[in-house]
């Protein structure tokens, strides 16, 4: 009984997760557009948005991480150059 419960609630989870996923690439794609043509009009500060979303929404612990190491580099390095 707990065994099927613990099964159905992990396929409704990996149901949920997919749905969301992808409602989010397809709201990015059609405020900037999906094909080779569009993106090579795209401006440096769309793109950059596109990736920061993307990172933040498809790896958050990676991203956050990558982040506060970022931060601490340049608080060293800042320290150092005083």
């Not at 094909?35 to 948005?49: C, H």
């Not at 790896?59 to 956050?64: E, G, N, Y």
Request: hydrophobic share 45%; aromatic share 14%; net charge positive.
């Amino acid at each position: 009984m707990l065994l099927q419960l613990l099964v159905c609630l992990t396929i409704a989870w990996i149901c949920l997760v997919r749905r969301l996923r992808y409602q989010r690439i397809h709201a990015l794609e059609k405020k900037y557009g999906s094909d080779y043509k569009t993106f090579r009009s795209i401006n440096y500060r769309d793109a950059q948005s596109i990736l920061g979303q993307m990172a933040f929404l498809e790896c958050p612990w990676t991203f956050l991480a990558g982040k506060d190491f970022a931060f601490l580099r340049v608080c060293i390095e800042s320290d150092d150059h005083s």
